[in-house]
């Protein structure tokens, strides 16, 4: 069992930069793979990015570039660093992990068993 609490949301203007971090419980969060998605009003819930652990990640295209998910796991913690943000990243971002993900598979939250429970990012133009 694992339980995930991210921190770090809040306002910031266009071109800012605001860094996201999910904290873990439980003693093997390193074998478990993690995402952070984000779903504004009205839209789906779509991946970010994400970190294997394997420490290999993947991003949306609308963030390469500006977006950097990282994993600390001696703290149970992923961090994801979001610079040069953009009034359409508006969103609630969540941290989700899975202990079993195809490669295929790893933009489906389907395939993720444990959520946490959302924090903010609000951009402002």
């Known amino acids: 069992q694992v339980q995930l609490v991210e921190s770090g949301g809040g306002l910031v203007q266009a071109g800012g930069s605001l860094r996201l971090s999910c904290a873990a419980s439980g003693r093997t969060f390193s074998t478990y793979a993690v995402g952070w998605f984000r779903q504004a009003p009205g839209k789906q819930r779509e991946l970010v990015a994400g970190i294997t652990s394997a420490e290999s990640t993947n991003y949306a295209d609308s963030v390469k570039g500006r977006f950097t998910i990282s994993r600390d796991n001696a703290k149970n913690t992923v961090i994801l660093q979001m610079n040069s943000l953009k009034p359409e990243d508006t969103a609630v971002y969540y941290c989700?992990?899975?202990?079993?993900?195809?490669?295929?598979?790893?933009?489906?939250?389907?395939?993720?068993?444990?959520w946490g429970q959302g924090t903010q990012v609000t951009v402002s133009s």
């Open positions: 989700a992990a899975a202990i079993s993900l195809p490669i295929n598979a790893r933009n489906n939250p389907r395939y993720y068993e444990y």
